[in-house]
């Protein structure tokens, strides 16, 4: 066991992860310690089962206080155990849970060791997460904990689990010490990859905890770093997707994010990350965020489009908080497809969410600092769905002073902007703003530079002047929104450029949009693509319309300041282009002479998506200040959206070709089975035909033999009548010619018989060959399974020449024909 504990040390030094499971399942064994080299749920919940009557009849307090299991072989296989769950969960997150199961399990029949803190919070998860038994849950990761502080066992992992415990009973912020510490330990002792695992769920927390999205984004950016040096692929790619998706909500695409390889994570990087790799807790990590953005932007169909990408993969996750933050969202995602519903889906609705409080309600039992609020603001979502909105608002009310007490700010201002849409609902304008007030404040003090955009654009009339938020003037002096009139249109602009998924109709959509917005005569929108910008898209204003064409040519655009604001990233605003000392000799603006220029760039994580120009021809001074910073929040949007369509038409391409390479391999193995059809046709005639020659061969022989006999008789009788020519017949040759004359009769009956019986095989040979009209005919069906039955006899001769046996027919003659 000491020497694959060896081997297994060295595999993992080298991320070699089939080998560690290898060496920790045969060092296990040595131990006799079953684990299978494979495992699914039904095998976690046999596991589950064998656990629980191992557990028949002991108490919690005789748990903490089984014996230890001394001797090196109990700390081999704790450091066996131990081993094997890196490779476990990356692989399978169900044989995983089996390992942890396993390490309870020899707890209670030979004593606690090393690690045996594991068994008992991997059951005390099952507990919670499958049957909803939060408070004995905590009780079992607690006692998990004391045990390893009994065996001073105090390592990442156990320092890890009295975090998670902390999802189950208490205050969830209470568990980020016990992260940190975590951390310590590991980044101490020099084992940088099992420090990076507390980070990476330390990080995720802070996010569904509500703390500051600036704090949030700079300890990740610190974890990052940390990880590049001393993580293996899949932790740093872990914690990359949380930090893109902190960075989304901040609205910031001025960070540039690289992968583990160090190349810029763009639209490919980021799909290869989330699909083309096994560790499904990213892709859970990057869903759930998604999910909850498009959910506070009001995307409601977007939020259950991924809502139901989630849910599958949600095991992923099981026992961390944000399985039950998907829960949650789950909860509210239903409550606005209810409100939007009638008939039996808003009952099928009303019914989900229902069920979702219940459970978080048993949540709420064992740990209502962190799940009180949350079964509260679902709660509300039922009572104002059945018409109940006074009873809607005291829930709500309830929730924000729940949520804001135990510090869940973002929570809050969830609840209270669902208070002022309930009382906008109800026409109460005045109560709506004293919600949607605080609701701004909470969302700009989290950070959600996003969300308060989306809110103030949505509610203006209806927030007061002082709540106007600051944090929408990081690029611009003044507010985008100080004197603008078209907040409405901006909206509307903004939901329709989030809405696309096509890029040939995003593009499209957004040159109007622009064109519109901007004021603007003519409009070109530029994508970059392999390191060149192309004229995508264009259109220009007439009385009518906005026309649009696409692909025209590259010298329709004044390239000295196209190449200056790719250069330099930054708007330009040209009052008067044919008089601008910098740029008036440009060839373009020489022979088209346009007044007023507008040059903005598109950019997304510092990486340059595409420019954006528009031109008036009729007026200098034709774009003011206030039109360019809303072209500001129309790039912003853009730049994500043109990512967005960019990863989806990837996506088309890859199921495109994946589609022909499947209809290629399709008509291939169709071909191979047709050909497979025909050969195994052919083997099974030349089956049947060996069998039938082997059956023709026998009357035949008889057919030759009798004729041979009755040669030679007829040679005698020839002798016969020359002696009866001769006058020397005598007597006793009238005997022997009637004999002979007897012989010849017998041999041509049996000649005749048999002949008849090869003619009776050929001619059933030949109806089995011939081809059919495709009409049903009446035939005898008894004679028909005759004839298959002795065809079949025929085959098997023919495989097996001393095979022999009687065939009995027992057939009922009242059946008669019938008709196939």
């Not at 872990?238 to 639209?267: E, F, H, P, W």
């Not at 808003?346 to 969410?353: H, N």
């Not at 004359?741 to 019986?757: C, M, P, S, V, Y």
Request: net charge neutral; aromatic share 8%; glycine share 6%.
């Amino acid at each position: 066991a000491r020497l694959y504990l060896v081997k297994a040390n060295i595999h993992i030094a080298r991320t070699e992860l089939d080998e560690v499971l290898d060496a920790c399942i045969n060092g296990l064994q040595m131990l006799d310690v079953n684990v299978p080299r494979k495992g699914g749920n039904l095998r976690v919940f046999i596991e589950f089962l064998r656990t629980n009557w191992y557990l028949r009849g002991k108490s919690l307090q005789d748990l903490n206080t089984l014996p230890e299991w001394e001797g090196p072989a109990g700390k081999y296989m704790g450091e066996l155990l131990y081993l094997s769950l890196h490779p476990t969960y990356v692989s399978s997150p169900a044989l995983y849970g089996t390992f942890c199961l396993k390490t309870l399990q020899v707890s209670l029949k030979k004593g606690v060791s090393t690690f045996a803190h594991l068994g008992f919070s991997t059951y005390g998860i099952f507990l919670g997460v499958g049957f909803n038994q939060f408070e004995k849950a905590h009780r079992f990761m607690e006692i998990g904990g004391s045990i390893s502080e009994r065996l001073k066992d105090q390592n990442s992992t156990s320092y890890s689990s009295r975090a998670f415990s902390k999802s189950f009973g208490g205050r969830m912020r209470d568990g980020f010490p016990w992260f940190e510490k975590a951390f310590r330990y590991s980044d101490e002792r020099g084992l940088y990859r099992e420090a990076t695992e507390p980070l990476t769920l330390y990080g995720i927390n802070q996010y569904h905890a509500g703390v500051p999205l600036d704090q949030v984004a700079a300890n990740l950016r610190k974890y990052l770093s940390y990880a590049r040096k001393s993580a293996t692929e899949h932790l740093y790619n872990s914690i990359l997707v949380v930090y893109y998706n902190v960075l989304r909500m901040q609205g910031r695409t001025d960070v540039i994010l690289r992968d583990a390889k160090g190349g810029a994570l763009d639209a490919s990087r980021m799909q290869k990350i989330l699909f083309e790799t096994n560790y499904l807790t990213i892709r859970a990590y990057h869903n759930f965020m998604q999910m909850q953005q498009a959910y506070l932007l009001g995307e409601s169909d977007r939020a259950y489009t991924l809502l139901k990408a989630t849910l599958p993969i949600a095991h992923s996750v099981a026992g961390a908080f944000t399985s039950m933050e998907i829960s949650f969202y789950h909860g509210l995602i239903l409550a606005s497809r209810l409100h939007a519903s009638r008939g039996w889906r808003r009952r099928k609705f009303a019914r989900q969410l229902r069920k979702i409080a219940n459970k978080i309600g048993k949540w709420a039992q064992a740990a209502p600092a962190n799940y009180a609020h949350r079964e509260k603001m679902l709660r509300a979502e039922l009572a104002f769905a059945s018409g109940n909105t006074s009873q809607a608002l005291a829930l709500l009310d309830q929730a924000i002073a729940a949520a804001s007490k135990d510090e869940f700010f973002q929570n809050a201002a969830i609840a209270q902007e669902r208070a002022g849409q309930i009382c906008l609902a109800q026409g109460k304008l005045e109560q709506a703003a004293s919600y949607l007030n605080p609701a701004l404040q909470g969302y700009q003090s989290w950070g959600a530079a996003l969300k308060v955009q989306q809110m103030y654009m949505a509610y203006q009339l209806h927030l007061q002047a002082g709540t106007k938020p600051a944090i929408l003037s990081r690029q611009q002096a003044s507010s985008p929104l100080d004197t603008s009139p078209d907040v409405i249109s901006l909206l509307k602009a903004s939901r329709i450029i989030s809405g696309e998924i096509s890029l040939r109709g995003l593009l499209a959509r957004l040159i109007r949009i622009l064109i519109e917005n901007a004021g603007a005569e003519r409009g070109v929108l530029l994508i970059e693509s392999e390191g060149e910008l192309h004229i995508q898209v264009s259109g220009t204003a007439n009385q009518e319309a906005i026309e649009i064409q696409e692909n025209e040519e590259a010298e329709q655009v004044p390239r000295s300041i196209i190449n200056f604001v790719s250069r330099s990233r930054k708007a330009l605003l040209l009052d008067d282009a044919m008089h601008d000392p910098e740029f008036g000799h440009d060839p373009y603006i020489q022979e088209f002479q346009p007044r007023s220029v507008l040059c903005h760039p598109i950019v997304n994580q510092s990486k340059l998506s595409g420019i954006l120009y528009l031109e008036n021809n009729l007026t200098t001074g034709g774009f003011t200040r206030e039109r360019l910073a809303v072209l500001d929040i129309l790039a912003a949007q853009a730049a994500i959206s043109i990512e967005n369509a960019l990863l989806y038409e990837d996506l088309e391409e890859r199921v495109e070709v994946r589609t022909r390479e499947l209809k290629k391999t399709l008509r291939f193995l169709q071909t191979t089975q047709d050909q497979l059809v025909q050969a195994e046709k052919l083997a099974s005639l030349g089956q049947v035909t060996a069998g039938i020659a082997h059956e023709i061969r026998n009357p035949l022989n008889f057919v030759n033999n009798f004729s041979e006999l009755s040669m030679e008789l007829a040679e005698e009788l020839e002798e016969v009548v020359a002696e009866i020519q001769d006058g020397t017949l005598k007597k006793a040759t009238h005997a022997t010619i009637q004999e002979y004359l007897e012989d010849l009769k017998n041999n041509a009956e049996k000649i005749r018989r048999h002949g008849k019986r090869a003619e009776s095989i050929v001619q059933n040979m030949l109806l089995h060959a011939a081809s059919g009209t495709g009409e049903q005919q009446w035939v005898d069906f008894n004679k028909l399974t005759k004839e298959y039955v002795l065809l079949a006899y025929h085959g098997i001769r023919g495989q097996k020449a001393t095979f022999s046996c009687t065939i009995e027919f027992d057939l009922d003659e009242a059946v008669g024909k019938i008709q196939i």
